[in-house]
């Protein structure tokens, strides 16, 4: 009997110290972007998405601003730490918004490259989380 339980035990020891590490590392960089960045994505009724960026350190030495997903990417270089871009987009998806992730491609001066990807969502809803990474 103790013979099976000692590998569970193990087991199970193991996976609260992995739990642990990838839940617990990453938690105050990702705090520390949350803090430095607002990016949003709202679709409106009259057919365009507007897209805000704001690096509150004004740190950004370029943003790769993506939607994917689109019949013909769209894709925009800014120089700025804070920009908003309007871009035409005559209806709702038909499989959802979530097809057409935006994501930001971030040269910054502390932080150095990171990615910030997010989802479209239609003016009066909750914006998506947004994932942070490096790319």
């Given at each position: 009997m103790p013979k099976k339980i000692i590998p569970t035990i193990s087991l199970g020891l193991i996976t609260v110290f992995a739990i642990l590490f990838l839940t617990g590392t990453g938690n105050d960089d990702k705090e520390i972007l949350r803090q430095t960045f607002q990016i949003d994505a709202i679709y409106y009724d009259s057919g365009h998405v507007e897209i805000s960026y704001l690096d509150?350190?004004?740190?950004?030495?370029?943003?790769?601003?993506?939607?994917?997903?689109?019949?013909?990417?769209?894709q925009k270089t800014f120089s700025e730490s804070e920009f908003i871009e309007i871009v035409p987009f005559p209806n709702s998806p038909k499989y959802g918004w979530p097809v057409h992730p935006v994501v930001f491609d971030i040269k910054h001066q502390e932080f150095g490259m990171i990615q910030l990807k997010t989802e479209i969502h239609p003016l009066g809803e909750p914006a998506p989380s947004v994932i942070y990474g490096k790319p």
């Open positions: 509150k350190s004004k740190q950004t030495d370029y943003v790769i601003l993506e939607i994917l997903g689109m019949d013909e990417s769209f």
